[in-house]
């Protein structure tokens, strides 16, 4: 088996990555790994992030607890006035 280091063009971990699985002397085995290895940093997944303005992740919180506790208000004298209504 042949263990010699393909030319590397450039000197991060990706181009040597690059160069093995680019080098048709190694072993396909060696290539693959290679190419499986340097994949996420070619081709990133993407990903979900979050926009927060400026008023901030706790102030949004605090302000849809409040929203809801206003819907729980609501849904309580609604109950009463049904009750009373009904009696």
């Known amino acids: 088996m042949d263990d010699t280091a393909p030319e590397v ?5 990706l181009d040597f990555l690059q160069a093995v699985y680019r ?3 190694q072993p396909m085995h060696r290539r693959m790994r290679a190419a499986v290895a340097a994949l996420p940093f ?10 927060v303005n400026t008023e901030g992740f706790a102030a949004r919180l605090e302000a849809a607890r409040e929203r ?9 004298r609604q109950a009463i006035e049904t009750t009373e209504v009904g009696s």
């Open 9 to 13: 063009a450039g000197n991060t971990s």
């Open 68 to 76: 809801s506790e206003k819907v729980s208000a609501i849904r309580s």
């Open 42 to 51: 070619e081709h990133p997944k993407l990903a979900v992030t979050a926009v």
């Open 23 to 25: 080098d048709p002397c």
